[in-house]
């Protein structure tokens, strides 16, 4: 089944705790990208990537890093989590960036820093 | 900049009746324009796409959505909602940042 694969679904960490939240797509598709959902805020893109090595920040990149090394996987890492990165995360993919196939979007992580 | 407004936070509709959703877009060019759907606890779910062409389109679920040029819209209707149809719907369109720039989401509550 073609799907984008998030984990873990839950997560609750303290503050300051280094974790990273994976993502994996089998559909060979080359663009990747992060997006947070807040309540009132709709979706904000965090970080995407055209292809692999080829990574760039979207509209809200502070606090997060990526990195795409194999064109399936598209980690989300935040090295020092603080309170305000409490959100539901989504990774999506599509075939190429211009949205024109629209994004296929995993089923999210909900983080909680305390 | 690209922009779209869901006017809409919440929608209550009574089972069978019909639906309209609205979208309103900002767009230098011919837009693309997209509508997702989100179950509870579930991610994004593509429901239909407009590129150019026909201004009516037609998605899954029996959704349709109706490009006006002269309005900036791009309204999501359904002529018959189901109880499973309850979610949260999001209008997009390509964005900054090679991604796609999302309205704030409607909330389709379903009345028995």
């Known amino acids: 089944e073609a799907q984008v694969t998030q984990n873990p679904r839950y997560l609750i960490t303290v503050t300051g705790k280094k974790l990273t939240v994976t993502c994996s797509q089998n559909?060979?598709?080359?663009?990747m990208s992060w997006y947070r959902q807040d309540p009132g805020l709709g979706l904000r893109q965090i970080y995407y990537?055209?292809?692999?090595?080829?990574?760039d920040k979207g509209d809200v990149p502070e606090g997060y890093k990526v990195s795409r090394k194999e064109k399936r996987n598209f980690p989300l890492i935040l090295e020092s989590p603080s309170p305000n990165q409490t959100s539901l995360y989504f990774c999506?993919?599509?075939?190429?960036?211009?949205?024109?196939?629209?994004?296929?979007f995993g089923s999210g992580t909900r983080l909680t820093v305390v | 900049a690209q922009s779209v407004t869901q006017p809409d936070i919440h929608i209550t509709v009574s089972e069978g009746a019909s639906l309209e959703l609205r979208c309103n877009y900002s767009?230098?060019?011919?837009?693309?324009l997209f509508w997702y759907v989100q179950s509870p606890g579930q991610g994004l779910q593509l429901l239909l796409k407009?590129?150019?062409?026909?201004?009516l389109v037609q998605g899954i679920k029996g959704f349709e959505a109706e490009f006006k040029r002269s309005q900036s819209s791009f309204n999501l209707r359904k002529p018959s909602v189901h109880w499973s149809d309850a979610a949260e719907y999001f209008c997009?369109?390509?964005?900054?940042?090679?991604?796609?720039?999302f309205g704030k989401g409607t909330h389709l509550i379903i009345q028995p």
């Open positions: 999506a993919s599509s075939l190429r960036g211009d949205a024109y196939y629209g994004y296929t």
């Open positions: 559909m060979n598709h080359e663009y």
């Open positions: 990537s055209m292809n692999v090595e080829v990574t």
């Open positions: 767009y230098g060019a011919t837009p693309y």
């Open positions: 407009y590129f150019s062409g026909d201004t």
């Open positions: 997009a369109v390509p964005g900054g940042a090679d991604g796609l720039t």
